[in-house]
């Protein structure tokens, strides 16, 4: 009932894509609705195109119901043609749909994974290494999972680039309490927005094979690139035209998801993971372990076939979708350049180009006076600037220290999904407070 100096709060915490406003695609829920009631495959009022889909998904439902089980491992005409995707995607590399497992969002695909690669007890527990910062489903399913977590920094004076020397001395420092087995890589980045380049992949992969160590490569934000001169690169497509011996023995999982790129359904909870070069007996038991969820929701299944299986030049929705997915490129391309640029005209805020991904993460500068005032009151610094600026502008971000960062850095995440509009002011207001911040504490 207290007052409040503002009339809303902002979630800028959180990349839910529609809840801050985006438009959903016409043809994607064109085709949901029409698996949801196929009655409507009889109405005029749906293209013709979208009910082609809708019928092929229905045939692959048991009782042409999306509301029965499927294979544990999702619809086979869906699986088919999320290969297919994979194969347009990088230039003809082979894509098998017996290796390809639908996911109720990516977060599922990783979890099952983690739980199959993780072992031990003492010394030789499972070592998972993991950017920081990073997404905090890692830090959280690794604690879940009883293993052990092994970080290796991004280099934020180099654009939050990934460097193999960095990766060599975090393995070899946990080599002396763990058995470190996997690698996580989030390409694009979150929270930190980076696009790797196509040396930086293969240095990468190079050590993998080294190493012998599994690779997962979180591809979630992999229709989300902005700047120029910058590209997504699939890891799966780098480590087949590096030839062989190393496309034959590097084991690789890679994930997409239907809730970010332009698509932003996070509500469906439909994902997909490619896993390549898995022996035979941990394939089995890979599909076991996933049976005993039964299945991923059906509805997330067809919402992913419409991300693999869009329109295509000559049918009669392809205008309308090409026009609603470069509309949100376009608009979170241009909200990507103006918060980077805002947020380096504000002193004491440093901010890297958000070449990807839809998440800013800049470095705060805190006062030593404020850093006292958090410990009185058991905060880290960075929460306690966020709590701040939360009582006194409405707008909720997310702490850097909830991702992970350099001793004495701090840093706050901030989706750029707001409208311009919305997010201007936000920024504006931002600055405001982060001016008065300073003054007040310096």
């Known amino acids: 009932g207290i007052k409040k100096p503002f009339t809303e709060v902002i979630k800028a915490n959180i990349g839910d894509a529609h809840a801050m406003g985006q438009r959903p695609i016409t043809f994607l829920r064109q085709v949901v609705a029409l698996c949801t009631y196929p009655n409507l495959l009889d109405s005029p009022s749906f293209p013709e195109d979208a009910k082609k889909r809708a019928r092929r998904i229905l045939q692959g439902c048991g009782g042409n119901s999306l ?3 499927t294979a544990s491992q999702g619809i086979n005409c869906i699986r088919e043609d999320v290969a297919s995707y994979i194969e347009r995607r990088d230039g003809g590399v082979p894509a ?10 990516a977060s599922d695909g990783i979890s099952a994974i983690l739980k199959i690669l993780i072992s031990g007890g003492g010394k030789s527990r499972t070592g998972v290494m993991i950017p920081i910062p990073q997404y905090p489903l890692y830090s959280a399913a690794i604690s879940e999972l009883d293993a052990i977590q092994v970080n290796y920094y991004l280099d934020e004076e180099n654009c939050w680039a990934l460097n193999v020397n960095e990766l060599r001395r975090a393995l070899n420092e946990a080599k002396a309490y763990c058995n470190p087995k996997v690698l996580c890589i989030i390409n694009p980045g979150n929270p930190t927005g980076q696009v790797q380049n196509r040396k930086c992949i ?4 190079h050590f993998a094979w080294e190493e012998k160590l599994f690779l997962l490569a979180d591809e979630v934000y992999q229709d989300n690139v902005y700047s120029e001169g910058c590209q997504f690169h699939s890891f799966k497509k780098i480590l087949y035209e590096m030839g062989p011996e190393y496309y034959n023995n590097v084991e690789l999982a890679s994930f997409h998801s239907t809730s970010k790129g332009y698509m932003g359904e996070c509500g469906y909870r439909g994902g997909y993971m490619e896993v390549i070069n898995l022996h035979p007996e941990i394939k089995g038991q890979l599909v076991k372990l996933l049976s005993v969820r039964l299945c ?18 000559g049918e009669e929705s392809y205008a309308q979708f090409i026009k609603e997915k470069e509309s949100v490129l376009n608009n979170l391309a241009k909200k990507a350049k103006l918060t980077e640029d805002m947020f380096n005209k504000i002193p004491g805020v440093q901010c890297n180009p958000l070449q990807g991904a839809m998440y800013a993460f800049p470095r705060i500068f805190i006062p030593s006076k404020a850093i006292e005032e958090a410990k009185a009151h058991k905060m880290a610094p960075d929460m306690f600037y966020c709590m701040k600026l939360l009582e006194e502008t409405g707008i909720c971000v997310v702490p850097g220290s909830g991702f992970g960062q350099r001793e004495g850095t701090y840093h706050f995440r901030m989706t750029i999904l707001p409208p311009v509009e919305k997010l201007k002011m936000l920024l504006e207001k931002v600055k405001d407070f982060h001016i008065k911040f300073l003054e ?3």
């Open 67 to 69: 509301g029965s089980y």
């Open 96 to 105: 098998d749909p017996d290796n390809i497992y639908l996911t109720t969002g």
């Open 202 to 205: 293969e240095d990468v992969l």
């Open 296 to 313: 991923p929701p059906v509805s997330g299944q067809a919402a992913m076939d419409i991300v693999v299986n869009p329109p295509v030049p």
């Open 440 to 442: 007040k504490y310096a």
